[in-house]
């Protein structure tokens, strides 16, 4: 027992003094350092959103990791804006070089210091005082001039302190408004509600409206009018959004567009305005409409490979997060979908839940899942159009289906001798159209009020107006002569007698 106690006694003894004081404060500090970078938990808790449903806005809606990320970033945005992190780097100052002017009279004065005799070994805080004497004695009585003279200004230059930094973006402070949280929930959802990246994320973007002059580029007039054919907002979604189209289908236009170099980025510039000027009309109240929804026409399908677009498409993201309620991509050519399974991986998946892509052959049936017929533009295969019609988009669109090598009547009452308007629109492939005029009374006759014809795919709409003179019903024949059922759209009114 002696001996295994001496044993351990030296064992320790051998330990503690081959580790050198330095070493084990180091050794000391890596223990507690490491387990405080691992403990130091990232915001992970919010998943991904995997559903087309849009998110809630209100932030008693909110669950509590969400709300938390949305508390700590304004607390981050808070100290920014009183440290003026979001304005430009500041010149230097004089300040700065003042304070670095006083180091360099030490060394001069330690520079001669060395060329004399070397004076007797002393405890270190004797000898710089000493050192700082005799080079005052040496320099005389101009040199403490100076450095007194410098400790004045530097004093003096102390700057006071300064209110805290006012920001605003597409025209909504960053804290202090009930707008403010829609706007930061897009910038957290954008970075999967990781704080810190959604703070550096706002930074950028703040830095970036700097650069290209937003501001003063929304009230410019760029002198575009062809672009207007491409990119427009027409209606709202049946959720209530409104619907930007961006269609590419003119192939003439879009190479007249980018052209050259100055066409190029006015067509950049165009874009970005259109869109600013687009989110200035949105409501950023916790309950309003703070998102669009994107059509994308690839009619003219070399255009997601233009080096424009992708820039366009690239600022976009980047500059403006979750103004997107939907993406929904029409007309895709086959090539398209294998394009699009490459880039897939680089999209988080809340961005590509908001995708939806349809073939030529379905183009209008996804477009009204989300929007309405009455909605959606004629060229698309709905039935609104420009300038002056019969109907509004008020005036509802009923909806019928048309079986298979079936005949189809569609009956518009007439209680009373008025004057009928009506139009259809039948949604596929051909069909034979026919209408006319039954009376109520028995003894009446049936009138042909237009003989049948066949529809083809590129007519646009039906359009009928006949005058009753008496009580009755307009019939409307739809015969499908194809395999496939067919959906009939169409809305009648009565209107005063000419």
Request: aromatic share 8%; with cysteine.
């Amino acid at each position: 027992m002696a001996e295994e106690t001496l044993k351990t006694l030296s064992q320790t003894d051998a330990v503690v003094s081959d580790v050198p004081e330095a070493e084990k404060l180091e050794m000391c500090e890596k223990e507690t350092v490491l387990p405080v970078q691992v403990q130091v938990p990232e915001p992970e808790k919010v998943a991904a959103s995997t559903s087309f449903k849009e998110e809630t806005n209100v932030v008693g809606e909110l669950p509590d990791p969400q709300k938390t990320a949305l508390d700590e970033l304004k607390l981050l945005i808070k100290e920014a804006l009183n440290k003026h992190e979001f304005s430009a780097p500041a010149p230097v100052t004089e300040e700065e070089k003042s304070v670095a002017e006083v180091p360099e009279a030490v060394v001069e004065c330690e520079k001669e210091e060395k060329d004399g005799p070397a004076p007797e070994s002393e405890p270190s805080e004797k000898k710089v005082i000493v050192e700082t004497e005799s080079c005052i004695d040496e320099d005389g009585a101009k040199k403490i001039e100076a450095i007194q003279e410098t400790i004045v200004k530097t004093e003096n230059l102390a700057p006071p302190p300064c209110a805290a930094e006012e920001v605003s973006i597409w025209g909504i402070p960053l804290l202090a408004d009930d707008r403010t949280d829609v706007i930061l929930l897009k910038f957290l959802r954008a970075r999967d509600f990781k704080v810190k990246e959604a703070l550096t994320m706002l930074k950028n973007v703040i830095a970036w409206r700097k650069d290209f002059k937003i501001e003063s580029l929304v009230d410019e007039d760029l002198g575009i009018n062809d672009e207007e054919e491409m990119v427009y907002m027409q209606g709202v979604d049946k959720d209530g959004h409104p619907v930007c189209y961006n269609a590419y289908r003119n192939k003439e236009l879009c190479e007249e567009m980018l052209s050259d170099e100055e066409k190029r980025k006015k067509f950049i510039r165009w874009r970005i305005q259109f869109l600013e000027k687009s989110i200035r009309k949105l409501d950023f109240r916790p309950d309003g409409i703070s998102t669009i929804v994107q059509v994308n026409d690839l009619s003219y399908s070399p255009a997601p490979f233009k080096k424009e677009l992708r820039q366009v498409f690239q600022l976009l993201q980047d500059n403006y997060p979750e103004f997107v309620a939907k993406q929904v991509f029409i007309n895709v050519p086959w090539w398209y979908l294998a394009f699009y399974k490459m880039i897939n991986p680089f999209f988080t998946q809340r961005t590509k839940s908001k995708f939806v892509f349809a073939g030529p052959s379905k183009t209008t049936e996804t477009l009204f899942k989300y929007i309405s017929p009455e909605l959606v533009p004629v060229q698309y295969g709905g039935l609104s159009r420009d300038g002056e019609q019969e109907f509004t988009t008020s005036d509802s669109i009923i909806e019928d289906i048309v079986k298979p090598a079936c005949q189809h009547a569609i009956e518009l009452p007439a209680p009373e001798a008025c004057t009928l308007v009506w139009e259809a629109r039948v949604v596929g492939c051909e069909v034979c159209y026919g209408a006319e005029f039954v009376p109520s009374a028995e003894d009446g006759y049936t009138v042909i009020v237009q003989k049948s014809r066949k529809v083809t795919g590129d007519e646009s709409v039906i359009c009928g107006r006949f005058k009753c003179g008496e009580t009755g019903k307009v019939v409307l024949t739809f015969y499908n002569q194809s395999s496939k059922k067919k959906k009939v759209l169409y809305r009648f009114k009565k209107v005063a007698s000419d």
